[in-house]
């Protein structure tokens, strides 16, 4: 952990992050609510900007181009079906319930990867995973001010593949280097939702939100997160990430007119719970 103006750089940068990634759910939300084009072609478009300017600036400081490697296929199959299932989700989901079933399912889904990795969980770590999933459950249940489930499943898919994305890029040597083939293989694997593209309903304006997405608060986001990952410990990282689904819920209320349900409030402070205690039982276990 850096001090002085380090731990202030890095504070700023976390923040900076933070911001970026909340900035996904607005800009996506707020591109399909207002009819400024459809979710298929923004997958493509977000995914294409992040290839092309990550692949520009890689390919130039390497002098060579960047292409995907047979090992890179999970980083950018997981990639693409993040991306494409949170655009998809957006259709129906309001910016902050689409962050708060996103997270979970995320950190969930890395807990059910490490079992396969022969990373056993305590028990506090698993209680706050189900504490974490019963928020979820009442998040997603069916009831009057329940949002839509197959958007909501959807989502919870986007988080499960998020959360292979984390691990296939988790011990590599050169980050931003391996980024920037996910994005190039997701780009690629993105041309199939071009069927699914409604042309008629592209506008200049959500174009601009798509490539804002994809070559800014995604590509650079991305590579930045696992720059500031280098700096803080990883129970700062776990505990930052707890401030996504509020930034994002309080900025879709402010910018995009969204209600604040009781809903939400109660799942989102369950779901918090829950990670709360996965991340305290983490450090506990690393300080025994």
Same mark, same amino acid.
């Given at each position: 952990?850096?001090?002085?103006?380090?731990?202030?750089?890095?504070?700023?940068?976390?923040?900076?992050?933070?911001?970026?990634?909340?900035?996904?759910?607005?800009?996506?939300?707020?591109?399909?609510?207002?009819?400024?084009?459809?979710?298929?072609?923004?997958?493509?478009?977000?995914?294409?900007?992040?290839?092309?300017?990550?692949?520009?600036?890689?390919?130039?400081?390497?002098?060579?181009?960047?292409?995907?490697?047979?090992?890179?296929?999970?980083?950018?199959?997981?990639?693409?079906?993040?991306? @494409?299932?949170?655009?998809?989700?957006?259709?129906?989901?309001?910016?902050?319930?689409?962050?708060?079933?996103?997270?979970?399912?995320?950190?969930?889904?890395?807990?059910?990867?490490?079992?396969?990795?022969?990373?056993?969980?305590?028990?506090?770590?698993?209680?706050?995973?189900?504490?974490?999933?019963? *928020?979820?459950?009442?998040?997603?249940?069916?009831?009057?001010?329940?949002?839509?489930?197959?958007?909501?499943?959807?989502?919870?898919?986007?988080?499960?593949?998020?959360?292979?994305?984390?691990?296939?890029?988790?011990?590599?040597?050169?980050?931003?280097?391996?980024?920037?083939?996910?994005?190039?293989?997701? @780009?690629?694997?993105?041309?199939?939702?071009?069927?699914?593209?409604?042309?008629?309903?592209?506008?200049?304006?959500?174009?601009?939100?798509?490539?804002?997405?994809?070559?800014?608060?995604?590509?650079?986001?991305?590579?930045?997160?696992?720059?500031?990952?280098?700096?803080?410990?990883?129970?700062?990282?776990?505990?930052?990430?707890?401030?996504?689904?509020?930034?994002?819920?309080? *900025?879709?209320?402010?910018?995009?007119?969204?209600?604040?349900?009781?809903?939400?409030?109660?799942?989102?402070?369950?779901?918090?719970?829950?990670?709360?205690?996965?991340?305290?039982?983490?450090?506990?276990?690393?300080?025994?």
């Amino acid at each position: 952990m850096e001090s002085g103006h380090g731990g202030w750089r890095s504070t700023g940068l976390l923040f900076v992050v933070l911001a970026a990634f909340a900035s996904n759910s607005l800009l996506n939300r707020a591109a399909l609510v207002g009819g400024q084009i459809d979710w298929a072609s923004f997958t493509i478009i977000r995914l294409l900007s992040g290839a092309l300017i990550l692949g520009l600036f890689l390919g130039v400081r390497h002098g060579k181009a960047v292409l995907p490697r047979r090992g890179d296929c999970v980083g950018a199959m997981s990639l693409f079906a993040y991306a @494409g299932a949170f655009s998809a989700a957006y259709i129906s989901l309001d910016a902050g319930v689409g962050a708060l079933i996103l997270f979970p399912a995320g950190q969930i889904s890395i807990q059910l990867i490490g079992l396969t990795r022969s990373i056993i969980p305590t028990r506090g770590q698993l209680a706050g995973a189900a504490i974490a999933l019963t *928020g979820l459950v009442v998040l997603i249940a069916p009831g009057a001010t329940a949002p839509p489930l197959w958007s909501g499943l959807l989502m919870a898919f986007a988080g499960i593949a998020w959360g292979f994305y984390t691990w296939a890029g988790k011990g590599v040597a050169d980050f931003p280097l391996a980024t920037a083939r996910y994005f190039v293989g997701a @780009g690629l694997l993105a041309l199939l939702l071009v069927p699914f593209a409604v042309t008629s309903t592209i506008t200049w304006h959500g174009v601009l939100l798509a490539v804002i997405s994809g070559a800014f608060t995604s590509a650079l986001g991305y590579v930045l997160w696992y720059h500031v990952l280098a700096r803080i410990s990883i129970a700062t990282a776990a505990v930052s990430q707890l401030s996504v689904p509020a930034i994002a819920g309080l *900025g879709g209320v402010l910018l995009l007119g969204e209600v604040l349900t009781m809903r939400m409030i109660t799942g989102g402070m369950i779901i918090f719970a829950g990670i709360g205690l996965a991340i305290w039982a983490s450090a506990g276990r690393k300080a025994a």
